[in-house]
């Protein structure tokens, strides 16, 4: 699902961070809770057949710990992701606080997240300090801004 939004030309990082912070709930849950498809491996482990196929042990292949490999695709989520944008965009190591920093600055570009009543100065301080961030021109950013804001509502 993630894969698949980055993919779609017109995500946005917003959307992405949306779906891995889901995907992680959902990999919490599957620990707790175990699909419908996990549930079924497990009854074909314990009685030895999978869809009237006899299943054989063989020492040469190793089992998959269903909880070890859930929990590392939640920490892989969890921790990759969100430590390589802010060492990134900061090249500080206080990954968490920069992340939601970058999101919450990121948020204010989002059309869905402005303002139905205008006022002036509208997410000005956001896009200045992502302008700093990624070492743009931050007057003719702001203006291009204010352009669209007031055309969008």
């Not at 990954?95 to 600055?105: D, I, N, P, R, T």
């Amino acid at each position: 699902m993630v894969s698949e939004c980055l993919q779609n030309r017109e995500a946005t990082v917003v959307d992405a961070d949306k779906l891995i912070k889901r995907s992680i709930a959902f990999f919490e849950r599957l620990k707790e809770k175990p699909g419908t498809k996990t549930l079924e491996a497990k009854r074909a482990a314990i009685t030895s057949n999978f869809c009237d196929l006899p299943i054989t042990s063989r020492n040469k292949i190793t089992a998959i710990y269903d909880q070890q490999l859930l929990s590392s695709v939640e920490n892989n989520l969890n921790g990759d992701f969100s430590q390589q944008e802010a060492v990134i965009a900061t090249g500080t190591n206080n990954y968490e606080k920069e992340y939601e920093s970058l999101f919450s600055e990121l948020k204010v570009l989002e059309i869905n997240n402005w303002a139905p009543e205008k006022f002036v100065g509208y997410g000005e301080q956001e896009i200045e300090h992502l302008c700093a961030r990624f070492r743009l021109n931050a007057n003719k950013i702001k203006n291009n801004f204010r352009d669209n804001w007031k055309t969008a509502l």
